[in-house]
């Protein structure tokens, strides 16, 4: 048994955690089952459109309310 795997701790995440079957965790490549369980997955990087829709739901204490694009004055 290779040092520094923790099998029994993957095979766990593999069969309990997201339901697979014995045969299935074995055939995975090791990049398949980070895939599945989420390791190393990044977040997009944040977008202009994304930026203002943070923006928009937690404002600055005091700060003026922010306009939508392309709303005008007196809008709702």
Do not use: S
Not at 10 to 24: D, N, Q, S, V
Not at 56 to 76: I, L, M, S, Y
């Amino acid at each position: 048994m290779a040092e520094g795997i923790d099998w029994p701790g993957l095979m766990r995440a593999g069969i309990c955690g997201l339901g697979l079957r014995p045969a299935e965790f074995w055939r995975l490549t090791p990049a398949e089952l980070r895939l599945m369980l989420g390791i190393g997955a990044k977040a997009p990087p944040l977008t202009r459109a994304g930026l203002e829709e943070l923006l928009a739901a937690f404002p600055d204490r005091g700060a003026a309310p922010r306009k939508a694009k392309g709303e005008q004055d007196g809008e709702f």
